[in-house]
């Protein structure tokens, strides 16, 4: 192995594991290196100009590939942010008129981009993500995304307003809370708040978090894949204490507010219909 390919090696991983060769000669790697570093399988070449290592990142090297970047769902779930279910496919952005062949299970997003892209990097900015994202994705799943952004400090809402955004983007922008804690929360206020009855989220109510309160004394309890066995357990205790203190406790699955909303809805309106949001009068 040449002298030099462990360093080659260590300044492809600080660029991702995928890299172009003009940003590797640029910290003082020569061809020579980068030659006998794919000559000895140390590397590999991904398509002219580009290098990766063998344990690198597939969807990096695939993008590498294209010509492209990630962005989209694809890049918000790299970064943990909230997305919905996977829709099955590679979401990529290429500049506008870019020669991107459209193959199975890749969507190609010809977007100009609103922050201009690194051409060394291969994952888009999330102020690109995001503005993908609210045309990309229906309006209540973008906002989830958005806000799931905001919570994480990932965007700073006065930089991003001075960006120039598309009006379905301003749209959301004025609608995103910087609070949410979880996608499902984004949701179901979008969804209720036609009710125009004041709502709450990750409320501390005897010593545990609600996680909606509607008004002043119904709570919607969404429970996930996670409640079961000693969780449930403690669900259970929880209710009951929520009951005695005079609360009215809805519990509903995940399942049944992402695909059943029209029941969820229905209990919940029949039990403000009863008053049951308000505290009893004397």
Known sequence: MPTRTPRLIQEVMKLGGVAQTSALRARGISRYDIAHAVAGSAVFAVRQGWIALPQADPMLIEAAR????????????????????????????????????KDHGVRVHWARPLIPRDPDSLVDSIENVLAIVADCERRERALATWESAFNRGL???????????????RDLLADAWPFADAGLETYVRLRLRWLRIPLYFQTWIAGHRVDALIGDRLVLQIDGSTHVGAQRSEDIR????????????????????????????????????????RVPRA
């Open 155 to 169: 965007v700073e809402r006065a930089a991003f307003e001075r960006l120039p955004l598309k009006a379905v983007a």
């Open 238 to 277: 929880h209710d009951a204490e929520l009951k005695m203190l005079g609360y009215h406790v809805i519990r509903v699955g995940y399942q049944q507010v992402m695909e059943q909303w029209h029941v969820v809805q229905d209990v919940i309106m029949h039990a403000v219909a009863q008053g049951l949001h």
């Open 66 to 101: 294209r010509g492209v970047v990630l962005t989209c769902v694809t890049q918000a779930r790299r970064l943990g942010l909230w997305v919905h279910e996977d829709d099955g496919f590679c979401h990529v952005g290429a500049a506008p008129r870019a020669a991107v062949r």
